[in-house]
Each structure stands twice: as C-alpha cells, then as structure tokens.
C-alpha cells in the first residue's frame, strides 16, 4: 500500500471521529453527574450537579439566582446537556461576572506546545441551546494564575434551537504552560458580564481578568432565560472534527481524578472495617480512586452513620474525616463505650456518602 493510500485511508478514519484522545475535555457530553442532577437556588461559585462542569462569578457575581441540572434536553447523538435557568434575576455592575467554567491541569496542555514559536492553534466546538438570541462570550485562561487569556465572542442566532459552534484561537507563543498537575488551562462560557469587562475579542494577552465581549448578552436579567451546553470538545488544530464519545465508564473514572462521592446505595450495608482507638471514637480506614492531589474529605449526616460487631453497636455522634494521601483515608465515628482495638465495621442508610474533592 502506497504512503499516499495510508494517509488517505486516516483521514477517512479521523474524519468520522474514530480517532481517540483528541479531546482534551473531561466529561463534555455532561453524562456524568456525582453530585446530582438537579439544584435549585444556586448563587455563589462552585460545582453543583454535572461533574467537570461549574458555575463561577467573578467579582461577586451579583446577585443572580439559578437552577441548574443535568438536562435531558440535547441534539441528536447526544443524551444530556448543562442547563442553567434564571431564578432570580440582576443587573450586573462593574466588573461583576457569570460564567460556566471547566478546568484542566498543565500537563495535559502540552501537546499545544504554548510558549514556543511552534505553538499550535485551538479549536474549541460545543453545542448551544439558548432561549435568549445575540452575542455571547468565550475565553480561555492559561497558567495556574490567568498568567495569559484570549477571548472570542459567538452568536445564537434562534431562539430554543441546537446549534453547533466553532472557535480557534491561535496558540501563545511567549507562555510555557507548567508541565505539572497544577491547574494550567480555563475554559469559560460567558453567560453575563456587567460593564466594565466587556472589550472586543482579543488574541492571547497577559490580562488576566474574566472578559465577554461588547454586546454580551445579559443573560441573567431575563427570568426564566435558559442556557443549555453539551458537546464540548477542545483539542489541535485550527478545525473541528466529529465529537469523541467515550463510554459513560471511561468519563467517570476520568471524573474521580478529581471528585468522587463513594456512595452507600444498599441501607445498611459494611463500609469499611476499623477499630475502636479509644472510648468515644472508632477509626475506620478506606481506599478511594487515585486523586490528582490530596483530596478534601466531607461526609454526611453523622447521625445516620454506626460502627458494629458481633458484641456492640455505636451510633455516631459525628463523623469526620481526612485524607492520608491521594488513595486512602479514614472516617473518625464520635461513639460512647467503644471498646479499644476492638474491630468495628461502617455501615450507613442508603443515601448517605463521603466525598472526595481534588478540583482544580
């Protein structure tokens, strides 16, 4: 076979999006959702249903009110999409910000080759379903502190109507994104902007600000406007190709990398086995997926939490906890009458959980 058939016969494959890890997003169907589905009332940053994916506001945000959910609403060759849904309605001022926002570490950035005179473009394509028409911003942050970003702005041009986007930027050439799991790349969708952080689009630049563009939509002064967002893809090249799928398995374990909610769905079932290390508490240690740092460790209502055996059982008065490392930690039960070096195991009702937070 000829070097020319071979190359021909590629491109027929990468043209029908057979090619893997060309995307570098993480979870950009939104088909995964530790957290939940569904929250009502949202007001301050942070992540709140779909995995990956979070609300975040810059400089207070004002004093908008959503609901944002993992919709069921998509295009074709697609099952869910990111809503957002005015529930209580602002004017943002000055340089207040609203915004989706995902994250990725420096060391997934290198294939763009930023801060050398090779740098190569991106092309950055999504699905968008908006109940409001008109200009909207997307910009894009790299370095763990904004150290460069680059904004361009987009249409929606009908109303409730799935519409398909596509913006390259042009790579930077005077940055080197550190090759670290440090947070190296932002990707923010702009929803609303109040005046002065609105400019025209702009190429890589060490403004490190949030910016939208001059004619922003105001997304959040509409009650009841609706934003919805799938298809996210982010990879080389100055065009778009076909979106990667990838099984719901795949996502989710590259999800736990950064957050996972080990989840007790049998009532009463054993968590974990531990042991009394003194009277009133119970150590009761457990394994989790490897994190990209050391995570954060919450756990749920304590009262539904119990350490037993065959001899005791102690309900706990609260339950803490904390990570020992990027794979393991350890829930502390608060009991009275434990017996110590007495082997107890966790069990929880249905429903409760512990998570394990290493975002970006």
Same mark, same amino acid.
């Given at each position: 076979m000829s070097k020319a058939r071979e190359l021909a016969e590629l491109g027929a494959v990468?043209? #029908?999006? /057979?090619? #893997? &890890?060309? &995307?570098?997003?993480? &979870?950009? /169907?939104? !088909?995964v959702a530790q957290r939940g589905t569904s929250?009502?009332?949202?007001? /301050? =940053?942070g992540f709140n249903t779909v995995d990956r994916f979070q609300y975040a506001e810059g400089s207070g945000g004002g004093s908008a009110g959503f609901t944002i959910s !993992? =919709?069921?609403?998509?295009?074709?060759g697609f099952n869910n999409s990111f809503k957002f849904e005015v529930t209580t309605t602002d004017t943002l001022t000055g340089g207040e910000n609203c915004l989706i %926002?995902? %994250?990725?570490?420096? !060391?997934? $950035? !290198?294939?763009?080759?930023?801060?050398s005179s090779s740098a190569e473009s991106m092309t950055i394509s999504f699905f968008v379903r908006? =109940?409001?028409? +008109?200009t909207y911003g997307l910009q894009v942050m790299i370095g763990p502190s904004s150290q460069r970003t680059a904004m361009q702005s987009y249409t929606v041009n009908s109303a409730n109507t799935w519409e398909y986007k596509t913006i390259t930027f042009a790579g930077s050439t005077d940055y080197a994104?550190?090759? @670290?799991? #440090?947070?190296?790349? @932002?990707? &923010?969708? $702009?929803? @609303? =902007? +109040?005046?002065?952080d609105l400019t025209a689009p702009y190429a890589f630049t060490s403004d490190g600000a949030f910016r939208a563009p001059t004619g922003q939509v105001n997304f959040v002064q509409t009650s009841g406007a609706t934003f919805h967002l799938t298809g996210v893809q982010v990879e080389v090249g100055p065009e778009a190709t076909p979106f990667e799928h990838r099984s719901f398995g795949d996502e989710l374990a590259r999800c736990k990398r950064y957050f996972e909610r080990l989840l007790v769905d049998i009532n009463s079932s054993a968590f974990a086995l531990g042991?009394?290390?003194? /009277? #009133?508490?119970?150590?009761t240690p457990f394994k989790y997926e490897t994190k990209r740092s050391n995570p954060s460790l919450a756990v749920s209502t304590a009262g539904n939490w119990e350490f037993v055996n065959g001899v005791e059982s102690k309900t706990a008065s609260a339950v803490t906890g904390s990570a020992l490392g990027k794979q393991f930690g350890v829930i502390f039960g608060t009991v009275s009458g434990a017996t110590i070096s007495r082997v107890y195991y966790a069990r929880a009702s249905a429903g409760e959980y512990i998570d394990l937070d290493s975002e970006l």
């Open positions: 990468y043209d #029908s999006g /057979a090619l #893997s &890890n060309r &995307n570098i997003i993480t &979870n950009g /169907a939104f !088909q929250v009502t009332g949202v007001t /301050a =940053s !993992q =919709s069921t609403e998509a295009p074709d %926002r995902t %994250r990725l570490e420096g !060391q997934d $950035m !290198q294939r763009f080759k930023f801060g908006a =109940s409001l028409t +008109g994104i550190p090759n @670290d799991s #440090s947070r190296g790349f @932002d990707l &923010n969708f $702009m929803l @609303d =902007s +109040g005046p002065d042991y009394g290390e003194g /009277a #009133s508490q119970i150590r």
